[in-house]
């Protein structure tokens, strides 16, 4: 396919669907809860909001002007600012995302099990729980657990990258025509259940709890990593793919416009999503140990099993939203890198999809199996859940601000913020000045920078404990060390870190330097 056949959106607001679509995912509702929840609601609130204005618009305006300038994929849009060394950032940020979302279509998987659950099994007393050694365990954690250690999750995950790849098959076009659907079914289901939060007695506590700012909590540096890399995978920035959906615009588009309009539907979607979930927490008294999926999983669902007006309808509204809120999120990952294979091998579509879809179902079952075939393993340290948090660890709280710090650099100062500022002025209500060169040049990679150092410094034990006298009022995520050492798994979790460098350095290089096919150049839209 030549450049001039790419597929465009048919319109605007097919656009800002699908990047809205690629934003509003799990992040909005697992992740914001958990991460909202153990810093504490209100601490968390201050923090986020300064990612979102100082770090989070201006790249999302940065990844959609540079795709819509150059009008190809990601690592061909660095590589063209900054020859092979940008190309190499670009496919960098492809295989760090594609680790995310291997994971993040296992998660999908597991809710696909809640979904059908959640039609009734779920809400029984208990799970029989066929594959599961431990004592019987009350649902809805029993039935979590059930579906995590049974064979029947293969399939599930089968299931989700076909529909990943389904949504793709015509690229832009099918896209946009699911998420039409998608995106209004996601605030209507949301909008469902925040009505019902709010409506039952002390529910309105719950809100509150994100809004009571506790200024000692903020000092702690963990509070602050969490808000900015929660804004990057929210907003999906530096996964390689809003610039990929922008690349796909007609040439006369208003990218700053519409950058502002995804990232502030993406968090409000993200905060009044914190009402519904925290409603309930504080109507049924239920205090999770915020380990990041207990609380969707189980947790909240003990809540809509109580719940007036019948726990299969929220139940089936709650999974069901994160199942769509899911998918229209991953499938942004297929198109970015399809988009990069064709761009650059000018390879058949279906070839690629075909592709992705099997390394893809493999690539799932790495965090899917080690609980299936260990079930043991599902009720004390989790290995499943905790390998998927040990690599969520380096590609959610390393990897995303490595690539925005590159995406930075490459565009501040290699390319030059003035050359990108020209082009998204053309055609924009929101006139952008030397400010936001100052932004992209200085501001976000030297915040970006000390994050990422003074982060692996307190990892390292240099600077001691990493929040000093600060406690979280309910602490930790799910990584339990000790869980891991007992389980005789422990070499698993030590090798994480190598593998993890490994597959995005060797795969972004293998990528970087395999030769392109010979095209039809349609060049950067300066003109
Ligand atoms: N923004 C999404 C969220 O909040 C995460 C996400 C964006 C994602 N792009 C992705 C996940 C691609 C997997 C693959 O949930």
Known sequence: MSASERT??????????????????????????????????????????????VVGIPMMILEFGIGHR???????????????????????????????????????GWVVGMLIGALGPLWEPASPMPNYAMETLPNPQGYFFDTLSSWTVVGFVALVWLANVGICINGARSIESTVKFFV?????????????????D???????????????????LDVWRGAFSQIFFSLSLGFGVLSVYASYLPKKSDTTSMGLQTALMNCSFEYIAGFAIFSMLFAFAIVPKASTLAMSFFVLPQGIAQLPGGAVTFGVLFFGLLLVAGLSSSVSLVEGLAAAAIDKFRVKRGIVLALLFSVGVLGS??????????????????????????????????GLLLVGLAECIVVGWIFGAQRLIDHVNRHTKFTLGTG?????????????????????????????????????????????????????????????????IAFTILGALVMTWLPAARRDDPGDDDA
């Open 70 to 108: 150059s009008r190809v994929a990601f690592p061909q849009t660095l590589g063209r600012m900054a020859g092979r060394a940008g190309e190499f950032v670009g496919w960098w940020a492809l295989f760090n995302a594609v680790i995310i979302t291997m994971y993040y279509v296992t998660i999908l």
């Open 365 to 398: 079952m790495v965090f899917a199996l080690p609980i299936v075939i260990d079930s043991s393993l599902a009720g004390n340290g989790t290995l499943g859940l905790t390998l998927l948090d040990l690599f969520d660890h380096k590609a959610f709280g390393y």
């Open 436 to 500: 936001y060169a100052h932004l992209i040049k200085f501001i976000i990679p030297l915040t970006i920078t000390a994050l990422l150092v003074l982060g692996f410094l307190h990892e390292c034990g240099t600077l001691g404990d990493p929040d000093g006298d600060v406690s979280y009022p309910y602490g930790q995520g799910l990584v339990d060390p000790e869980a891991i050492g007992s389980t005789g798994w422990s070499w698993v979790a030590d090798a994480v870190p190598i593998v993890w």
């Open 202 to 220: 002390g529910g309105f506590d719950g809100v509150m709890y994100l809004f009571n700012p506790d200024f000692s909590a903020m000092s702690g």
């Open 8 to 53: 465009q959106w048919k319109s605007r607001l097919g656009f800002v669907l699908a990047a809205s679509g690629s934003a509003i995912g799990l992040g909005n509702i697992v992740f914001f809860g958990a991460n909202a929840y153990k810093f504490g609601g209100g601490a968390f609130y201050v923090p986020y909001l300064v990612a979102l204005f």
């Open 184 to 200: 209004p079914a996601m605030w209507i289901m949301m909008l469902a259940l925040i009505v019902r939060g709010l409506t039952l």
